[in-house]
């Protein structure tokens, strides 16, 4: 045997149909069966990544109860692997009820040798992808970007963009709506840098009053002002050594945009009502929603200011920009909020992720987490419904309507969405799209989508 072979577990009760099964997909290392029983000790023995089996197999070979019994346990044993029905025209509906079941997808006889290579290739390739998907959520579920849910290429881009600047000393400006989990990356730059045993601080300069934003910046010593009756260490100095997030920094007022420009030149700070210099070593990262190159260009924000903080800037998309996010996020909320709540097994209906992936999500992640919180809280039945999730129906983005421009993106965005939402399950998804599986795979690979 060819150790280097992936394995193939063909579980078929014909003689003829085995052997030609074997030759034609000589590429792998064939396991054959003739029935449950022996499909399961290979199955043990080997775990192969994909399984193709007849439904018909004894000592129910007309029938298919042998064969979806053996599919529950195949799946029960090894739940990532991939099993690919090989039906008879007379099998549809139960080819259909193995999909239903889990099945990767269904191949209907007679063979054709090179559409069933085509599709045992791709389930070897989804195996593979998957089973490195796992790896990498191990890895980075204890790395500091564990919190950041995506598949999107922008927001991936933007993770690379935090995983090379983490460990610099630059000014880094985070550029993003409400909700958009600026406050995550800050404290994934501050864990990937130096400093990622010392201190991180954060504060919001929008909720703070304008008359205690200094002393919450800066510090003030005993007697400054009336009430001050014990010394202060303000924010800044309190992160020494480590990192400051100061968040919304648009809304800074104009005289502390002053004295904060002095202490990034300086680096050194005055606590209010005190005459000694003090000096802090900080890494400083702020964030905004603002457009603050606007700001500074019209005198409403310091422009000397400005360059200081944004050595680095990162723009992170809105959730609504974010292709086949929206169905992803959903779904790791819903498991959240299943596990706290007590409701294991709930899911979502096709119209309540359709709404969910239509919703304009102004709110962003934030606005995300509640809706599914509530859903989960508010669903009566085994499904989320579109009502449970509170959103005003019909509420969505308007986009523009010029087909020459945007049929090939409202395409490859279809098939994204389509497929996050059967968790790639290829069958599933051209059926959900309403084409055909080989139609599927022409568009896929005219999209590069593996």
């Excluded at 796992?134 to 999107?152: C, F, H, K, S, W």
């Excluded at 819903?334 to 969910?356: C, D």
Aim: glycine share 8%.
């Amino acid at each position: 045997m060819d150790q280097d072979k992936k394995k193939l577990l063909v579980v078929e009760d014909d003689i003829g149909l085995q052997k030609q099964l074997k030759w034609s997909l000589d590429a792998y290392e064939v396991l054959l069966a003739a029935d449950a029983q022996s499909a399961i000790a290979l199955l043990r023995r080997h775990e192969p990544a994909v399984v193709t089996m007849d439904l018909g197999l004894p000592p129910d070979p007309d029938g298919a109860s042998e064969g979806l019994s053996l599919l529950k346990q195949i799946l029960t044993l090894l739940p990532d692997t991939k099993v690919i029905v090989i039906s008879g025209n007379q099998d549809r509906k139960n080819a259909v009820q193995a999909i239903a079941m889990g099945a990767y997808d269904f191949h209907q006889k007679p063979c054709d040798p090179e559409v069933l290579g085509l599709v045992i290739q791709r389930a070897f390739y989804l195996h593979e992808l998957q089973t490195e998907n796992r790896r990498m959520v191990q890895e980075r579920n204890a790395t500091p970007l564990a919190g950041v849910i995506t598949r999107d290429p922008a927001m991936l881009k933007v993770c690379r963009s935090i995983e090379k600047v983490g460990p610099s000393s630059a000014s880094v400006m985070l550029l993003g709506g409400s909700g958009t989990g600026k406050e995550v990356l800050a404290k994934a730059l501050h864990q990937l840098s130096p400093r990622k045993d010392k201190r991180f601080t954060a504060i919001n300069c929008a909720a703070i009053p304008e008359n205690l934003l200094e002393s919450e910046l800066f510090g003030y010593e005993k007697g400054a002002f009336t009430g001050a009756v014990k010394q202060n260490i303000g924010k800044i100095e309190l992160s020494h050594e480590g990192s400051f997030f100061l968040d919304e920094i648009g809304d800074l007022p104009m005289a502390l945009q002053a004295k904060l420009l002095r202490f990034l030149q300086e680096r050194v700070i005055e606590r209010i009502g005190g005459h000694k210099e003090i000096p802090v070593d900080v890494r400083i990262i702020c964030a905004t929603h603002q457009n603050l190159k606007a700001l500074a260009e019209s005198g409403r924000f310091r422009e000397d200011l400005y360059y200081r903080l944004s050595e680095i800037v990162i723009t992170i998309p809105p959730l609504a920009e974010r292709v086949g996010d929206p169905a992803l996020l959903a779904h790791h909320f819903k498991n959240k909020f299943n596990s706290q709540e007590g409701r294991p097994g709930l899911k979502f209906s096709p119209e309540a992720l359709t709404l969910i992936e239509n919703h304009p999500w102004l709110g962003n992640v934030r606005e995300m987490e509640n809706c599914i919180k509530r859903a989960v809280i508010m669903a009566e039945g085994p499904q989320i419904l579109p009502e449970d999730l509170g959103l005003i129906q019909g509420d969505g983005v308007v986009e523009r309507i010029n087909l020459r421009q945007v049929r090939e993106e409202a395409e490859y965005k279809a098939v994204l969405k389509a497929l996050s939402y059967v968790d790639g399950n290829i069958a599933k998804a051209a059926e959900l799209l309403g084409i055909s599986r080989p139609t599927m795979y022409d568009v896929m690979n005219r999209h590069s989508i593996k």
